[in-house]
């Protein structure tokens, strides 16, 4: 039943899941839910994990640790848009739901910085 690839990559660590029908995942952000039997621990989904990392292209470094206010598609609502050790983020949903993905904010931030 542990199928599983040696490595998975994802963003987020790996967790199990138990559902309510009695079966049991071993869920990697960005890659999927893999069905996995009840001998499988947390270790066992950490130790085939590798946190996704950006290529990113050379940034201003004066811009790290520090923060922008984007205004999103509703006016006068607005995202946070961070970049901290080499790492952007951002609040809006897209940035949360889409994950290996850059949102439209980052991208509009990081061209403005590059």
Partial sequence: MNNLPDKIVGLYP???INTPDGSRFA???GSGWFPVDDEFTQEDAMARWEKWTPESKPINESINDK???VESSK???FYTVRYHNGHWG???PANTY???KECKHVKQIREKNS
């Fill in 14 to 16: 790996p967790t199990i």
């Fill in 98 to 100: 889409h994950r290996g």
């Fill in 75 to 77: 006016k006068g609502s």
């Fill in 27 to 29: 869920v990697y952000s």
């Fill in 90 to 92: 951002c609040s809006c």
């Fill in 67 to 69: 923060s922008w206010q």
